[in-house]
């Protein structure tokens, strides 16, 4: 291993242990001391690849390991399906939240102690690339207007922040929509609901 290679190494550890502290013990909760025990990484090394504890914290959270799940659900935007695969849809987004179960609680953590500084940079960043693939897989279905009076990007935004919203409940505070603990229902229920509305007639 060549010292690039272990340099990666080192801010890959020092970053896996402080996701897990963080995670667990909050940000003010974790000191420098201790990502170094859950490491095995030095404080003198720490610091050699971070500036401090805020640092590691926000790269964190704007690495972005989220995404190659997001990049799943705009691939499905442009299957034959849509707009009617949104259940396939909404299992990707529960797959990618439940595969970053320590990241999204970082989320969390980023809200109550940073006011949401760090996470509202990400969304801020990701949302207008979402709005444009929207809006093209509207298009290149024909399909301009979903409903009189509704705007098709931002109908999906909803539908895509309830969804992240509901699987992030669930997997934070273990508060589940259905007796058996799994998704298949509620993802049934919520897709019949957002095509096809609540009323009839």
């Not at 949302?127 to 409903?147: C, E, H, Q, R, T």
């Not at 589940?176 to 009839?200: M, R, W």
Request: proline share 2%.
């Amino acid at each position: 291993m060549n010292q690039a290679e272990k340099s990666i190494a080192a801010r890959d550890e020092i970053s896996s242990a402080a996701m897990r502290l963080f995670a667990r013990k909050g940000f003010k909760g974790t000191t420098i001391r201790d990502i170094s025990r859950e490491s095995g990484r030095s404080m003198g090394c720490i610091y050699h690849h971070f500036s401090g504890k805020e640092e590691i914290f926000a790269t964190l959270i704007m690495r972005l390991e989220i995404l190659p799940g997001l990049e799943k659900v705009a691939f499905l935007l442009f299957a034959p399906g849509f707009p009617e695969n949104l259940q396939d849809i909404a299992f990707e987004i529960a797959h990618t939240i439940a595969d970053q179960k320590d990241r999204v609680k970082l989320w969390y953590v980023d809200a109550l102690e940073f006011d949401g500084k760090y996470a509202r940079q990400v969304i801020q960043a990701a949302w207008p690339a979402m709005d444009i693939a929207i809006k093209a897989a509207f298009a290149n279905k024909g399909l301009l207007s979903v409903s009189e009076g509704l705007e098709p990007g931002m109908a999906m935004r909803i539908i895509i922040s309830s969804f992240m919203g509901i699987f992030m409940q669930q997997e934070i505070l273990g508060v589940y929509f259905t007796d058996d603990n799994t998704n298949n229902q509620l993802i049934k229920q919520a897709s019949k609901l957002f095509l096809h509305g609540l009323l009839t007639g």
